[in-house]
T-cell receptor, first 114, second 116 residues
């Protein structure tokens, strides 16, 4: 059973460009979470999705950020018009349906905005 | 608001010795889950141990055990017989089931170095 897959592992964007981060959850997992980790910080929750539904986006900035988890294909975190402050590691996690279950993390995408 | 505090930014321990990492949290919920995650230099987040708040018995996982004090809202991690491979950032986190959203709230982490 493959783990959570994220790509790309490293992404460099110039200010004003768009960044697209992809996450494929573990097989059988229908819950996807995105977290952001700034340097020297813990992970901060951004958004929680199930297939075709955003359940909780309370941690996501209101502008420039969006997320989706379509019926087919990976979950996408999209950042439009990136700024230097968006430079961070973005982690995706997935879990099965059971409440309180472990979230399995992907290896993360390190975004650098130049 | 739910918060997690890890008061030790950095710690070090000699190989084969025991070390305890501290974690306190703040929540008004009565039912929640607590976790310790390890993040080695590869940055991969790895679950170390998990505890349900309704269980009084402290969780153990091989060399890793917790001291869960619900009234004090304390959840410390003890690593016995430390190994060089335990060198990593350790994050304490908790999760509540709030309206169907099971997000993790993380502390800022403790950087643990195991010295040979």
């Amino acid at each position: 059973n493959a783990g959570v897959m994220q790509n790309p592992r490293h992404l460099v964007r110039r200010r004003g460009q768009e960044a697209r981060l992809r996450c494929s959850p573990m097989k059988g997992h229908s819950h996807v979470y995105w977290y952001r980790q700034l340097p020297e910080e813990g992970l901060k929750f951004m958004v929680y999705l199930q297939k075709e539904n955003i359940i909780d986006e309370s941690g996501m900035p209101k502008e420039r950020f969006s997320a989706e988890f379509p019926k087919e294909g990976p979950s996408i975190l999209r950042i439009q018009q990136v700024v230097r402050g968006d430079s961070a590691a973005y982690f995706c996690a997935s879990s099965p349906v059971v409440a309180g279950y472990e979230q399995y993390f992907g290896p993360g995408t390190r975004l650098t905005v130049t | 608001a739910q918060t997690v505090t890890q008061s030790q930014p950095e710690m070090s321990v000699q190989e084969a010795e025991t070390v305890t990492l501290s974690c306190t949290y703040d929540t008004s919920e009565s039912n929640y889950y607590l976790f310790w995650y390890k993040q080695p230099p590869s940055r991969q987040m790895i679950l170390v141990i998990r505890q349900e708040a309704y269980k009084q018995q402290n969780a153990t996982e091989n060399r890793f055990s917790v001291n869960f004090q619900k009234a004090a809202k304390s959840f410390s991690l003890k690593i016995s017989d430390s190994q060089l491979g335990d060198t990593a950032m350790y994050f304490c986190a908790f999760m509540i089931d709030q309206g169907g959203s099971e997000k993790l709230v993380f502390g800022k982490g403790t950087k643990l170095t195991v010295n040979p």
